[in-house]
């Protein structure tokens, strides 16, 4: 069995002020878990120590980067390297958001590198796939979404692949209100699941976390993540008002 997950995506937003008071209701609000659930906060790189200091003591909560450099360390302005999130203790880093591989255009093998880099580091990734709008209207983003999986990750052992976080989110119900149907969603973490398992078997397959991210929200979470194959979700928008993020928290079943 594998662990359900509500992760946060702040994206580029909030002051610091901002997001300390969000630290706070969130550290203070979401008190009991279910069993094997987790809650990690995608926070951007100033506000990480802040953010951890105001989350310390909570031990329901965990944080992640939203990216990180494709090198180890150097002359590089501007990157923030795993070895530096590591030496503040950052346990998660997403990697191959659909925004750093459109705006920054990030390549599938420099995300494999960053995949490396991090678990090298003992940072777990958040691997994000999903496939955009004219992909979905000729109905190939199950061979897509296949191609970013290939090309990132396969070359990972059995072990690293143990326990792996993915989080699919079709591009078009990116922050655009438009959200995939509960029905949409299984069927492509379905897909992801027997990708996984043709590669690694369905034993691990069957320990990764496969989180649905794509305009979540409270009132549609219960209904996302009640299939089978939806083991939580990747909240941007949402995830910056601490009451609809515990809402969606709330709304994950039972993990192991
Ligand atoms: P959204 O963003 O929830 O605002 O659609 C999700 C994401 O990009 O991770």
């Known amino acids: ?30 008190t009991h878990l279910q069993a094997g659930q987790q809650v990690i906060l995608g926070v951007p790189f100033p506000y990480l120590i802040l953010v951890q200091n105001k989350i310390a003591g909570n031990q329901n909560l965990f944080l992640s980067a939203q990216n990180c450099a494709d090198k180890l360390n150097g002359a590089y302005t501007g990157e923030t390297s795993v070895e530096m999130l590591q030496s503040i203790s950052i346990p998660f880093v997403i990697i191959g958001h659909s925004e750093r591989r459109e705006y920054y255009h990030e390549t599938h093998s420099q995300l494999a590198t960053k995949v490396d880099l991090a678990l090298a580091h003992n940072i777990q990734p958040i691997f994000c796939c999903g496939e955009p709008l004219h992909i979905r209207e000729t109905n190939t983003q199950n061979e897509f979404v296949e191609k970013q999986l290939k090309e990132s990750l396969f070359h990972l052992s059995n072990a690293q692949m143990k326990n792996f976080i993915i989080a699919y989110e079709p591009i078009w119900a990116i922050g655009t209100g438009k959200t995939a149907s509960s029905g949409q969603a299984q069927e492509m973490h379905a897909h992801i699941r027997q990708v996984l398992a043709s590669q690694y078997g369905i034993e691990t397959a069957d320990t990764v976390s496969i989180l649905y991210g794509g305009s979540v929200k409270a009132a549609n979470a219960s209904e996302i993540f009640s299939k089978p194959d939806v083991d939580g979700g990747l909240v941007g928008g949402a995830s910056l008002v601490a009451s609809e993020f515990i809402s969606i928290i709330e709304s994950l079943k039972p993990g192991a």
């Open 1 to 30: 069995m594998r662990k359900q997950i509500a992760a946060a995506n702040w994206k580029m937003n909030l002051t610091a002020s901002q997001a300390e008071t969000l630290a706070t209701a969130l550290a203070t609000g979401v």
